[in-house]
Nanobody, 117 residues
Framework: QVQVVESGGGLVQAGGSLRLSCVAS????????MGWYRQVPGKQRELVAV???????TYADSVKGRFTISRDNAKNTVYLQMNDLEPEDTAVYFC???????????WGQGTQVTVSS
């Protein structure tokens, strides 16, 4: 059974930093893209950053230059380093993992990030 578990959210002041981690488990055939989306109440979930298993990365314009995504394929883990956080970054952050064998995305339960002004 595939599991996706996030950690690292919390409360931080504007200008501060947080690092999110996400570990995937349960697939014997590995993972494709791994990444992060975020959602605030009343709005659609939006892309933050994704990384392919080949290392290609994609970022939302709003986080370019502040956030960095990385992955450790040996550990089936993806990270999101968030620097210079802004109140507008406040959201629930969800990890998404594409399971190659099942040809579908799996989502974590989300971790709250709150940035105070």
């Amino acid at each position: 059974q595939v599991q996706v578990v996030e950690s690292g959210g919390g409360l931080v002041q504007a200008g501060g930093s947080l690092r999110l981690s996400c570990v995937a488990s349960g697939s014997i055939a590995g993972y494709g893209r791994m990444g992060w989306y975020r959602q605030v109440p009343g709005k659609q979930r939006e892309l933050v950053a994704v990384a392919s298993n080949g290392g290609t990365t994609t970022y939302a314009d709003s986080v370019k230059g502040r956030f960095t995504i990385s992955r450790d394929n040996a550990k089936n883990t993806v990270y999101l380093q968030m620097n210079d956080l802004e109140p507008e970054d406040t959201a629930v952050y969800f990890c998404v993992v594409f399971v190659i064998l099942n040809a579908r995305d799996y989502w974590g339960q989300g971790t709250q990030v709150t940035v105070s002004s």
